[in-house]
C-alpha cells in the first residue's frame, strides 16, 4: 500500500480549495475535518493486512517518509504526522497485547506461549521485541523469538518464504515440525496414545488415501490424467513430466505467455516466477480421476470403477446417496488442461474420486468454493473383542463391564 499524507487539516483545506478554483470538486470542510481526525484509526485498521506499506509526505514536495514491514513502521525521514502515527500504532498495538494479557490473567491461565516466528527480512526494531518480552515475562508468561532459528528450522530463505513476513507451505511444513517439537520438550506434551487406546485400535491411525479408495474399488488407475481436444487422456503411467507432454505442454506455455506475462506459479513459488516454466515443466503429472458408474455423467476419457465391485464397497466410499457425500483424501496430486496445471489434494465427491483437485493453478488462480472434512482411517488389531463378548473395564474408565 502507498500512503501519502500531510501534516495539517489547514493545508488540506487550501488545496481542497486551488482544486475547486481549477474546476475540480469540493468537499465540505466538515467532511474534511472529521475524515482528518480519524484518519489514523483507518491506517492502524489496514497495516495488519499489508506486506508493505510505503508512506509518503506530500506537505512540501514529495518526500519518501518511510515504511511499514516486519510489523513495524520504520521512520527514514521524520514528519510530524509519521511520528504521531507511529506513536498511537504502537500505542494501540501495546493495547491490544495487554487486553490479551489481562484476559488470560483473569481466566488464571499458566501455560501461554507468545512467539515472534521467522521473518524472511532482518527484524529492524530488536528493541520493540525486547520490549514485548519483558511485558509478557512480567505476566508470567513465556516469549520466544525464532526469528534467527533459521538453521535449526531449516529454513531456505529463497524457497520458504510467501513474502516477507510469511512463511510458505514449505516453509510452513519446517516450521510446524519444529515447533511441535518444542511444545513437547517443554510442556510434557505426550504424543503416544493411552494404553487403552493402543491395545484396542493400534498406533495406525491417519487419514484415508487415494490409495485406500482404490484398494476398495479395486481400481488401479492407467495413469496421470490431461485434459485436451475435448477428451481426457492418460498417460498410461504417473511419472510424466508436464514438460514431455508435447502439445498439452506447448498449450499451457503459449496460454501463459500470452496472457499471463509469461509468470508461472506452483506451490514453491505461490508468487509466480518467470522462468519460461523450467520449474513448473519438472512436475510429475500424476493427477487421476475415475467415476462411480454411468449414472453420474462422466465425460469422455474418464475411467469407471468396474460395475463387479459390490454395492456395499461402492456405498463405504462414495456414500448411499453418492450425489452429495464428499470429503477431502490425504494426497495430492497434479493435472492439467490446456490452459494450466492443476494442483491440489485428493476428494472423493458426488460419484468421483480422485487423487487431486484443482485448489491452486499455474495460471495463478485459486478456488475455495469445497469445504470438506478429512476422514480418518484406523487400523485394528487382531484383539478387537467379538460381537457379545463381555468386556471387563474395572480400574480402567471408572470399572463396570460392557456387552
Not at 66 to 74: A, L
Not at 84 to 103: I, T
Not at 131 to 151: M, P, Q, W
Request: aromatic share 14%; with cysteine.
Amino acid at each position: 500500500m502507498y500512503y501519502v499524507a500531510l501534516s495539517s487539516l489547514n493545508e488540506s483545506c487550501i488545496r481542497i480549495e486551488n482544486r475547486v478554483r481549477k474546476g475540480g470538486h469540493d468537499i465540505p470542510k466538515e467532511d474534511v475535518t472529521k475524515r482528518f481526525a480519524k484518519r489514523f484509526d483507518d491506517v492502524i485498521k489496514v497495516l495488519p493486512y499489508c506486506d508493505e506499506v510505503h508512506f509518503y509526505d506530500n506537505e512540501s514536495g514529495f518526500i519518501d517518509a518511510g515504511e511499514y514491514k516486519n510489523g513495524e513502521i520504520v521512520i527514514k525521514q521524520h514528519t510530524e504526522w509519521l511520528d504521531q502515527l507511529k506513536n498511537e500504532f504502537s500505542d494501540k498495538s501495546k493495547g491490544y497485547l495487554l487486553e490479551l494479557l489481562n484476559y488470560c490473567r483473569d481466566e488464571k491461565m499458566k501455560n501461554v506461549l507468545f512467539i515472534r516466528a521467522p521473518h524472511c527480512i532482518k527484524n529492524e526494531n530488536p528493541k520493540a521485541t525486547n520490549d514485548i518480552k519483558k511485558l509478557i515475562e512480567s505476566y508470567g508468561y513465556r516469549f520466544v523469538d525464532f526469528e534467527n532459528a533459521y538453521d535449526a528450522i531449516g529454513l531456505d530463505p529463497q524457497n520458504d518464504f510467501y513474502n516477507h513476513d510469511h512463511l510458505n507451505i514449505y516453509g510452513m511444513e519446517k516450521f510446524t515440525a519444529f515447533f511441535g517439537k518444542y511444545i513437547c520438550d517443554n510442556y510434557n506434551v505426550k504424543t503416544a496414545h493411552t494404553a487403552e487406546t493402543v491395545e484396542l485400535y493400534g498406533t495406525n491411525a491417519r487419514g484415508m488415501t487415494i490409495e485406500d479408495v482404490n484398494r476398495a474399488l479395486g481400481y488401479t488407475p492407467a495413469g496421470g490424467m490431461y485434459y485436451l481436444n475435448d477428451t481426457y487422456n492418460t498417460t498410461g503411467n504417473l511419472t510424466t513430466k508436464l514438460k514431455d507432454l508435447g502439445d498439452m505442454w506447448t498449450a499451457i506455455k503459449n496460454n501463459n505467455d500470452t496472457n499471463n506475462s509469461g509468470k508461472y506459479y506452483d506451490p514453491s513459488h505461490p508468487e509466480g516466477i518467470s522462468d519460461s516454466g523450467a520449474v513448473l515443466g519438472e512436475y510429475e503429472l500424476n493427477g487421476y480421476f475415475y467415476a462411480i458408474d454411468s449414472t453420474v455423467g462422466a465425460p469422455t476419457g474418464v475411467p469407471q470403477v468396474s460395475s463387479e465391485i459390490s454395492a456395499t464397497a461402492k456405498a463405504m466410499v462414495f456414500g448411499s446417496s453418492k450425489t452429495n457425500y464428499g470429503y477431502w483424501l490425504a494426497s495430492r496430486g497434479v493435472d492439467a488442461d490446456s490452459r494450466c496445471a492443476r494442483f491440489g489434494p485428493g476428494h472423493v465427491l458426488k460419484g468421483y474420486a480422485g487423487s487431486f483437485d484443482g485448489l491452486f493453478d499455474s495460471y495463478g488462480g485459486d478456488a475455495n468454493y469445497f469445504e470438506f472434512g478429512l476422514r480418518p482411517l484406523v487400523s485394528l488389531t487382531s484383539e478387537i473383542p467379538a460381537a457379545g463378548e463381555i468386556l471387563d473395564f474395572s480400574g480402567k474408565f471408572g470399572g463396570g463391564v460392557i456387552q
